[in-house]
């Protein structure tokens, strides 16, 4: 099974909104609901943002949205803060019955 | 709250096997709603689902199919913990492990066991 795609790196200025994708296929994005968004600051464990592509957990600030549109899913970050600096990772469940993670994305407020 | 501490060796001879135990507070391993995996992270692999165990009438095991052959997780119910162990242990295991629930996402982590694998 192969890591979902996501590009390298996403920069944007305080104030700003930007939006990481994350491919998949037709066997993990496109047919479950079971995608999720993490965030990672160095040296810490991941932080769940957003998950069943659109729910966001409690604490987690309303600045963070997910959807997904056939293979490909989205975390959209609007008014960029200095603290949403960090990596993202998006996840998803798949036909193998196994969870998959994507590559990663480094996220730098300018 | 849900709090998970992770205990371990944090260094393995290769050929030889990696254990690893996640104590769980706060939740309980038989939970009917929730799952209890394993992930790990190093620079060449990125972030890596090796396998979870959950109780849905009785238990079940899934395995990520690059490690199935090696790998065991099991629930401890008596300490409400669970295990991980990954059997012929290589340089390339050697990674960051991770042990999380799953309600929800992975929305409980502990606090991550460096683990090299290294003579």
């Known amino acids: 099974q192969s890591a979902l795609t996501q590009p390298a790196s996403v920069s944007g200025s305080p104030g700003q909104s930007i939006t990481i994708s994350c491919t998949g296929t037709s066997s993990d994005i496109g047919s479950y609901k079971y995608v999720s968004w993490y965030q990672q600051h160095p040296g810490k464990a991941p932080k769940v943002m957003i998950y069943?592509?659109?729910n966001r957990p409690s604490g987690v600030p309303d600045r963070f949205s997910g959807s997904k549109s056939g293979n490909t899913a989205s975390l959209t970050i609007s008014g960029l803060q200095a603290e949403d600096e960090a990596d993202y990772y998006c996840?998803?469940?798949?036909?193998?019955?196994?969870?998959?993670f994507g590559s990663g994305t480094k996220v730098t407020v300018l | 709250q849900v709090q998970l501490q992770q205990s371990g060796p944090g260094l393995v001879k290769p050929s030889q096997t990696l254990s690893l135990t996640c104590a769980i507070s706060?939740?309980?391993?038989?939970?009917?709603?929730?799952?209890w995996n394993w992930i790990r992270q190093s620079p060449s692999r990125g972030l890596e689902w090796l396998g979870r165990t959950y109780y849905r009438s009785k238990w079940y095991n899934e395995y990520a199919i690059s490690v199935e052959s090696r790998i065991t997780i099991n629930p401890e119910t008596s300490k409400n913990q669970f295990s991980l162990q990954v059997n012929s242990v290589t340089p390339e295991d050697t990674a960051v492990y991770y042990c999380a629930r799953e309600k929800g996402g992975f929305d409980y982590w502990g606090q991550g066991t460096l683990v090299t694998v290294s003579s």
């Open positions: 069943d592509v659109s």
């Open positions: 706060g939740d309980s391993v038989s939970s009917n709603s929730a799952a």
């Open positions: 996840s998803s469940y798949t036909s193998s019955r196994i969870y998959v």
